[in-house]
């Protein structure tokens, strides 16, 4: 079974802070993904990795960047934490692009004080 | 760029009672995917459509992506408790890497 495992449940971190969210998963999956979810407004993708090293810009990657070294390894960051991107975070990953279900994490609620 | 949306966006149903949620695309798609995420839990891939006009059911749930491949639909026979949670759509547009989701429609059931 797929595993896609986020380094925490719950985090608390101050504004300005530097934010690491880290994103692993265990089928060698060449894509991965990044989306916040908020209350009213669904999933919204904020970068996707389609091999490594290699990332593409979702529908609001404002205040975010992302790094993948390693195939199994998706790091979502949060430059400069704001209180507006207190908010669940999902990692997820699939075999392919398209025409593959993508298999979430348990998610990343984080809270900027 | 590519838009899904989803309604109802909540549906309180009595346990037994039957529950449609439906999904529309702004441009056509190329495939379409269900998920449902249960309360405190993550999204959990349902089933994939693929074809114009196909149908699929899952014990009580039934599935049906439209003939233009520009809307789907989800129906669930005789909700159970079990059945609760939010249910999102996501579409491929044609030749795009991007996932779009629905907003979700979030069920609830009275016992």
């Known amino acids: 079974d797929v595993k896609v495992t986020q380094s925490s449940r719950y985090l608390v971190k101050r504004t300005g802070e530097k934010v690491f969210l880290e994103c692993v998963q265990d089928?060698?999956?060449?894509?991965m993904f990044w989306y916040r979810q908020d209350p009213g407004l669904g999933l919204r993708l904020i970068y996707f990795s389609y091999d490594v090293k290699m990332k593409e810009k979702g529908d609001i990657p404002e205040g975010y960047s992302v790094s993948r070294e390693k195939k199994e390894r998706f790091s979502l960051i949060l430059e400069s934490a704001s209180t507006n991107q207190t908010s669940m975070y999902l990692c997820?990953?699939?075999?392919?692009?398209?025409?593959?279900?993508?298999?979430f994490g348990d998610g990343t609620r984080l809270s900027i004080l | 760029g590519q838009q899904v949306m989803q309604i109802p966006q909540y549906q309180h149903v009595q346990e037994g009672e039957d529950f449609t949620t439906y999904c529309n695309s702004s441009?056509?798609?190329?495939?379409i995917q269900w998920y449902k995420q249960r309360p405190g839990g993550h999204p959990v891939f349902l089933i994939q459509l693929v074809k114009s006009g196909e149908v699929k059911k899952q014990k009580r749930l039934t599935f049906q992506f439209g003939e233009a491949k520009k809307n789907s639909s989800l129906h669930i026979t005789a909700t159970q408790t079990t059945d609760v949670g939010t249910y999102f759509c996501?579409?491929?547009?044609?030749?795009?890497?991007?996932?779009?989701f629905g907003k979700g429609t979030k069920l609830s059931v009275i016992p």
């Open positions: 441009t056509t798609l190329s495939n």
């Open positions: 996501a579409g491929y547009g044609a030749g795009s890497y991007q996932l779009t």
């Open positions: 089928m060698d999956h060449e894509n």
């Open positions: 997820a990953s699939s075999w392919t692009v398209s025409n593959q279900p993508q298999h």
